[in-house]
């Protein structure tokens, strides 16, 4: 079997996974098709020095992630942090509970209330580090040593992201939660 065949047989079962988390850390389709297009590129330039039966998954989305970190430092375009210092840590919960929905967890309730889309527009709000960090946990199930991996950092620092990211992600769902009439009444 030729390279170009061996590349093609591991990858093609996560274009569509990648291409997903291209969208989210892009937030824009044709520059996600771009960014995939780029780390397939790359991958497929590297691919010798893949370890045959290792994982294929996280080894490409190490390389898309710094394919897209690379193409975000030749922008130098940063996004506004949305503040966590006057959140408390369990904001959602708390802001669930002031409008009265009942239950053991009123956030699962008012999260029971999302579409995937809400969901998806709530995690594209969060600043870069976080988003990356977040998508990858949430959306494709990694763990934080894979994480870790992917992204070229300690795990206490996805461990952190992550908890930061959850904080600011619980705000971003609340005002979401507001734009699509999902609260009842004016609880903004």
Known sequence: MSAASEFEAVFLPVAALAYGTAVHLTRDRTEAED????AA?????????????TNFKAWFFRILTNAFYGRRRKAKHERNNLAIEDLPPLYLYGRVAEIGLEGEDPAAA???RFDSQQVSEALDAL???YRVVATLYFMQDFSYQQI??????PVGTVRSRLHRGRRMLQ???WRVAGE??????DHN
Do not use: H, N, T
Request: with cysteine; glycine share 10%; proline share 5%.
């Open 127 to 129: 600043p870069e580090e």
């Open 41 to 53: 590129l790359l991958a497929f330039r590297a691919f010798a020095s893949f370890q045959p039966g």
């Open 180 to 185: 699509y009439g999902i609260l009842v009444g």
């Open 171 to 173: 705000k971003s769902l």
């Open 148 to 153: 870790a991996d992917i992204v070229g950092c």
């Open 110 to 112: 008012l999260m029971d």
């Open 35 to 38: 960014l995939v297009q780029d």
